[in-house]
């Protein structure tokens, strides 16, 4: 009972932290050009060959 006491604050402080990953990276526009980076891979750059 003892290991449940101490497991459960630290999963929640462990999503809590991982919630507050995901708004930071939200705010930042990390989520803000999905299609651009899925067709980047796609498109060839002419690169010149020595």
Do not use: S, T, V
């Given at each position: 009972m003892t290991s449940?006491?101490?497991?459960?604050p630290i999963a929640l402080f462990m999503g809590?932290?991982?919630?507050i990953a995901f708004f930071w990276a939200l705010r930042r526009g990390q989520f803000s050009d999905l299609d651009?980076?899925?067709a980047r891979?796609?498109?060839?750059e002419d690169?010149?060959?020595p």
């Open positions: 449940l006491a101490l497991l459960i809590l932290i991982g919630l651009g980076a899925a891979i796609l498109i060839e690169e010149d060959q």
